[in-house]
């Protein structure tokens, strides 16, 4: 059981914009940073967006990160085939003392 | 260019211990933390700890305290997480990944290590 809850699959056609969400509580989402990471199959995750809605060099403005209270979500617009792959959220718990993630969602391109 | 490379597959027994390391280039190794995250088979990640390249802080997930061990060599700008007690729950990709900094998330990932505890 994840202490940050993610649908575990999600889907859309090419072009199409597609959103996922991460709920947690006020001691993660609530009063810390969101991060995003995508896995494509059988490599290791890659930072998707940091603090909340911040992309790293090289990711495209087709991907896009939001946070509102406890819950947080992740948008892909213009949906590409290479875009299927596993997504997982991840948050600092203060409660914790440590990382916590969602327990990912698989996004399938139709 | 920055890159982690990590060691190769472990086959151990149930109570033996592993340990896996992770040796970073094309950057100042001191400068940067090293997470741990492992992901069993078919499930999602799960971090295990955080280890400061600089001085050496350590960080553990409540999990894991008392079996977990992070260390670093800054002589050979490497990273080693050793974990004791094996048991077959303890099968999964372990992979290092590069902490930027505290809220800039994980930048650079090592390609992962399969860890498998059988009997």
């Known amino acids: 059981q994840s202490v940050l809850t993610q649908p575990p699959s999600a889907s859309g056609t090419p072009g199409q914009r597609v959103t996922i969400s991460c709920s947690g509580s006020?001691?993660?989402?609530?009063?810390?940073?969101v991060y995003w990471y995508q896995q494509l199959p059988e490599t290791a995750p890659k930072l998707l967006i940091y603090r909340n809605n911040q992309r790293p060099s090289g990711v495209p403005d087709r991907f896009s990160g939001s946070k509102s209270g406890t819950s947080a979500s992740l948008a892909i617009s213009g949906l590409r085939s290479e875009d299927e792959a596993d997504y997982y959220c991840a948050a600092w718990d203060d409660s914790l003392s440590g990382w916590v993630f969602g327990g990912g969602t698989k996004l399938t391109v139709l | 260019q920055v890159q982690l490379v990590q060691s190769g597959a472990e086959v151990k027994k149930p109570g033996a211990s592993v340990k896996v390391s992770c040796k970073a280039s094309g950057y100042t190794f001191t400068s940067y933390g090293i997470s741990w995250v492992r992901q069993a088979p078919g499930q999602g990640l799960e971090w295990m700890g955080w280890?400061?390249?600089?001085?050496?802080?350590?960080n553990y997930a409540q999990k894991l305290q008392g079996r977990v061990t992070m260390t670093t060599d800054t002589s050979t700008s490497t990273a080693y997480m050793e974990l004791r007690s094996l048991r077959s729950d303890d099968t999964a990709v372990y992979y290092c990944?590069?902490?930027?900094?505290?809220?800039?998330?994980?930048?650079?990932w090592g390609k992962g290590t399969t860890v498998t505890v059988s009997s």
């Open positions: 280890i400061s390249a600089y001085n050496g802080n350590t």
């Open positions: 990944a590069r902490e930027m900094g505290a809220t800039l998330g994980w930048d650079v």
């Open positions: 006020s001691s993660n989402i609530g009063s810390n940073y």
